[in-house]
């Protein structure tokens, strides 16, 4: 697909954009990927001129970069953008922005790429100005992407996904979740089947369970307003951790394309059990944080109401009923105010018979692990049995650890990785709309227990690991949550 002549930007000065999308594009900039006829655009509703738009970058983007900063290349990539304003209900601002693509300039203009770093709730009146405009640009090739979450549950992400299509095409349209475009999880797909050391034991016949966590420290911060009317569960089970799973638990595509990778994908989704609406309770449960290590309650937080029962930790079981990994129970949990940022893969793999060692104090030994860290720290680990040096006949765990990159390599944002892809017209790793609708399908019935049930919501001190209600997951009493790499 050929290259996009200009990258417009809505919502250029928001938080997404400043902290994220800028800073990813000037290290393709200055690493020299971008193409040389690109230009950007950034658009929001402040009333600006291109000198102020200018003056806003150098004073948010250095500090942000850090000693990745150096003024020569940061000019190279300011002399890359224009600004305009546009309101996004404004039709006029829309005719102004075509106007502004529409100027004569070096290269061959090809297409555009319309980046949404906006609020969800503003996607469909932003497509439809678009589409009035002329911009949707359904035969040149113009791509749109969109930043999670898509929709609010099932219904919802059915009716945008409806609305997105009277303006543009499946193949223009990128649904991004930055979780994909992180090295190690593409490296999980390498892990698993350029190995004939792992793909054999990837399977039911030798995985006890497998634990998805995804914990962050911080609390909600400023995002009050977006967080106390979505909860855990939509902002980030629902998306980053159903895409996690499913590509744990995907068999391995034809090849590495757009569509077969996804396909498997969908697969997995499809074969997810449904949760009962009748015993909703015995496979997820809820928190919320309290105060704790001088950091206050969420009810406390600015911008959220006292009464909220707004879950700011999940835990959920999951079972994907097919022939690969029948009868293996994924745990999945996320939550704010944890005690660390992670975000781990855990499988656990079944005991082998012990009788041999039945008279031995190796009994009860350890099983074996194999944890994949996707951040903060990206490496793979794996726990063995060794017998400890002396007289006993008794064991200690091997670790064997590996970083992904060595000490002095880059770490490649995520971001990158994605606005390269659209860039290119790859699509690997954006989300195809059933891959939505299937996680909605998942999650949709247990957002309807939320909504009966309000109260069941149990209070977790902030700094802890959640909820100690959560461990009556489990299947059996071996089975505990893997609090460490």
């Not at 709730?121 to 405009?133: G, I």
């Not at 002095?408 to 892809?421: I, P, Q, V």
């Amino acid at each position: 697909m050929i290259s996009p002549c200009y990258f417009v930007i809505f919502g250029v000065t928001g938080d997404l954009a400043v902290s994220k999308l800028l800073p990813a594009l000037y290290y393709l900039s200055r690493e020299g990927r971008l193409p040389d006829n690109l230009a950007f655009i950034g658009v929001s509703r402040r009333d600006w001129c291109n000198r102020q738009w200018h003056d806003f970058m150098h004073e948010q983007l250095p500090q942000r970069l850090g000693k990745d900063y150096s003024k020569s290349d940061f000019d190279v990539f300011v002399k890359r953008f224009t600004y305009t304003q546009t309101i996004h209900d404004c039709p006029e601002h829309y005719i102004n922005l075509k106007q502004e693509l529409g100027k004569p300039r070096a290269g061959v203009c090809a297409n555009v790429v319309f980046y949404l770093a906006i609020s969800p709730a503003d996607f469909a009146v932003v497509v439809s100005q678009l589409d009035a405009a002329g911009l949707s640009g359904r035969l040149l090739g113009n791509r749109i992407v969109l930043e999670k979450p898509f929709g609010y549950d099932l219904a919802s992400a059915q009716e945008l996904n409806q609305h997105l299509h009277r303006h543009f095409e499946e193949e223009q349209i990128y649904r991004i979740d930055h979780y994909l475009g992180k090295e190690t999880v593409q490296n999980l797909l390498v892990f698993r089947f350029a190995n004939s050391l792992v793909e054999p034991i990837w399977n039911r016949n030798y995985v006890d369970h497998v634990q998805i966590t995804v914990a962050e420290r911080k609390g909600i911060g400023r995002r009050a307003g977006y967080f106390d009317g979505t909860g855990a569960l939509r902002d980030v089970l629902q998306n980053h951790m159903m895409q996690l799973l499913s590509v744990v638990a995907m068999e391995p595509p034809a090849q590495l394309d757009d569509d077969a990778l996804r396909d498997e994908k969908v697969k997995v989704l499809r074969s997810i059990r449904p949760i009962p609406c009748d015993a909703v309770s015995q496979y997820v449960v809820r928190g919320q944080y309290g105060c704790g290590e001088g950091a206050a309650a969420y009810q406390d937080e600015v911008g959220v109401s006292e009464n909220s029962v707004t879950e700011t930790y999940v835990a959920a079981k999951f079972y994907v009923d097919n022939w690969r990994w029948s009868g293996v129970p994924f745990y999945l949990r996320t939550g704010k105010r944890m005690a660390q940022d992670s975000t781990v893969v855990s499988l656990r793999l079944k005991q082998p018979p012990l009788q041999l060692f039945r008279e031995t104090p190796m009994e009860d030994i350890e099983p074996n692990w194999i944890v994949l860290s996707i951040q903060p720290d990206e490496s793979m680990h794996i726990e063995l049995q060794a017998k400890e040096p002396g007289l006993d006949m008794s064991t200690r765990t091997l670790q064997l650890h590996a970083s992904f990159r060595d000490e002095n390599e880059r770490r490649l944002g995520a971001y990158e990785t994605l606005l390269m892809d659209v860039i290119e017209g790859d699509h690997s790793l954006f989300i195809r709309f059933d891959e939505v609708e299937w996680s909605w399908k998942v999650v949709d019935p247990i957002l309807r227990q939320f909504a009966l049930h309000q109260s069941a919501v149990q209070r977790y001190p902030a700094g802890s690991w959640g909820p100690e209600e959560a461990s009556q997951l489990f299947d059996s009493a071996d089975q505990s949550w893997r609090n460490y790499i």
